[in-house]
């Protein structure tokens, strides 16, 4: 398809399989990057938060991470500190993030990324929780 999408994914994160599964049950073929192996730069970052409209704290995965441990949910952490931090624990970034000529957008939840998309993928469609999403005829109910 010419409708480029790319997704910055973390394979071991249910919503991040699912917002994958969603782009790819519309046709698409994203370029996905597993940033748990990649990593992050500090402009790409600055980047994708700039395009979604996020600041880093906005950004920071807290559940199921070590940003309590590491005290990076003190309010006195700085952006610099925290964007340091996702650099060299790139767990700590909220994922899925996926960018399309639509814009850029953190899909928590799933279905978010529907928004991003030219085409809707065919029904009946759920996100990880088992919520249905599409059904049957196509019509998206969230």
Same mark, same amino acid.
């Given at each position: 398809?010419?409708?480029?999408? $790319?997704?910055?994914?973390?394979?071991? #994160?249910?919503?991040?399989?699912? $917002? =994958?599964?969603?782009?790819?049950? !519309?046709?698409y073929a994203p370029v996905v990057i597993d940033y748990l192996t990649t990593g992050w730069t500090r402009p790409?970052?600055? %980047?994708?938060?700039?395009?979604?409209? @996020?600041?880093?704290?906005? !950004? =920071?995965?807290?559940?199921?991470?070590?940003?309590?441990?590491?005290?990076?949910?003190?309010?006195? $952490?700085?952006?610099?500190?925290?964007? !340091? !931090?996702?650099?060299?624990?790139?767990?700590?970034?909220?994922?899925?993030?996926?960018?399309?000529?639509?814009?850029?957008?953190? #899909?928590?939840?799933?279905?978010?990324? @529907?928004?991003?998309?030219?085409?809707?993928?065919? %029904?009946? =469609?759920?996100?990880?929780?088992?919520?249905?999403?599409?059904?049957?005829? %196509?019509?998206? =109910?969230?």
């Open positions: 398809m010419s409708f480029p999408i $790319v997704i910055h994914h973390n394979p071991d #994160c249910g919503t991040s399989r699912n $917002v =994958l599964g969603i782009i790819r049950a !519309a046709g790409q970052l600055l %980047g994708l938060f700039a395009a979604a409209n @996020l600041t880093p704290p906005e !950004a =920071l995965r807290v559940s199921k991470s070590p940003a309590e441990a590491l005290g990076l949910t003190a309010p006195d $952490v700085t952006d610099d500190q925290l964007l !340091a !931090a996702m650099i060299a624990h790139p767990i700590l970034v909220n994922r899925p993030i996926v960018c399309t000529p639509k814009g850029v957008r953190l #899909c928590r939840p799933s279905e978010a990324v @529907l928004d991003l998309l030219d085409q809707m993928p065919p %029904g009946p =469609l759920s996100r990880e929780d088992g919520g249905l999403i599409i059904d049957a005829k %196509g019509n998206r =109910l969230v």
